[in-house]
C-alpha cells in the first residue's frame, strides 16, 4: 500500500475531478484522503479532509475553486484519523502540502 496524490489546475471546478482521481488509486490501499483547493473569490485555501475512505469526502457544500490536491494516505508515522489526513496547512493558512513518506 502507497500513499496517492493528485492534482489539478484549469477552468473546471476542481472538486468532484480531484475525487474521482482518488478514487481511481483506492486500489492501492489507504486509510485517509484529502483535498485543498484554492478559492480565488475569497483568496483562501479550502481544506477537507477525513479518515477513512475517500467517500468520506462528502460535504454538504462542496468546495469551490479551479485549482487544487488531493491525498491518499497510508499511515507510516501517526494513527489514521482526521487530523493526521493530508493535506496539512501552514500555520497561517497560505501553503498547503501532501507528500509520500
Known amino acids: 500500500a502507497m500513499c496517492g496524490i493528485i492534482a ?8 468532484e ?13 489507504y486509510d485517509s484522503a484529502g483535498v485543498c483547493l484554492y478559492d480565488v473569490d475569497s483568496g483562501k485555501l479550502l481544506l477537507l479532509k477525513k479518515a477513512g475512505k475517500v ?22 508515522h501517526g494513527g489514521p484519523s482526521d487530523a493526521n489526513a493530508h493535506p496539512h496547512l501552514t500555520a497561517d493558512r497560505a501553503i498547503a502540502v501532501v507528500h509520500n513518506g
Open 8 to 15: 489539478y489546475i484549469g477552468s473546471r471546478e476542481a472538486f
Open 17 to 29: 475531478i480531484l475525487k474521482k482521481g482518488l478514487a481511481r488509486l483506492e486500489y492501492r490501499g
Open 55 to 76: 467517500s468520506n469526502l462528502e460535504s454538504s457544500e462542496p468546495l469551490k475553486g479551479t485549482l487544487g490536491i488531493a491525498h491518499t494516505r497510508w499511515a507510516t
